[in-house]
């Protein structure tokens, strides 16, 4: 299985990174980072790409895919919205679509957040971009997942 994971620095991502380094059916981790992370293993090729909107110039190295964990995430505090859902929505669909294009079969497993809104009414902006964002993959021609940790 070859997988590929977003946001291996931070720390769910790089929870995602280690448990797929020892798992034995995973025979390929692929991270995308914006600078090279300080591990190296027999399984893991990094990817150092600088616009997480645009994948044109990697699109190769997106084929055959497995699994894509998504796991890339910043904090609503202190941001606007406009600022939280440039990572937090924008990033995650150009992945999604990038990956769909390349590997159409894989699964896409998203970290999002207990409390995400669905419905786009919530007082909190962070819940209304995660629900959209959810909503959006979930509308994609993939086979998508959503996690929402209570509390990380």
């Not at 190295?61 to 904090?75: I, N, P, R």
């Not at 505090?77 to 924008?90: F, I, L, M, N, Q």
């Not at 669909?93 to 669905?118: C, H, I, K, Q």
């Not at 959209?132 to 998508?144: D, F, H, I, V, Y």
Request: charged share 20%; with cysteine.
């Amino acid at each position: 299985m070859r997988v590929i994971i977003f946001g291996a620095s931070g720390m769910v991502g790089h929870g995602a990174l280690h448990a797929c380094l020892r798992d034995d059916t995973v025979t390929e981790v692929l991270a995308v980072v914006r600078s090279p992370l300080p591990l190296t293993h027999a399984k893991l090729r990094q990817i150092v790409h600088a616009d997480f909107t645009d994948y044109a110039a990697v699109q190769d190295q997106l084929k055959d895919l497995d699994a894509c964990f998504f796991c890339l995430g910043v904090s609503a505090v202190g941001r606007s919205e406009k600022e939280y859902a440039r990572v937090t929505h924008d990033y995650t669909l150009a992945a999604a679509r990038a990956l769909n294009a390349a590997s159409p079969s894989m699964t896409f497993v998203y970290v999002s957040g207990e409390g995400t809104d669905s419905t786009g009414k919530s007082r909190q902006m962070w819940a209304r971009v995660k629900g959209r964002t959810e909503n959006e993959l979930l509308a994609m021609p993939m086979s998508a997942y959503m996690f929402r940790p209570g509390y990380i």
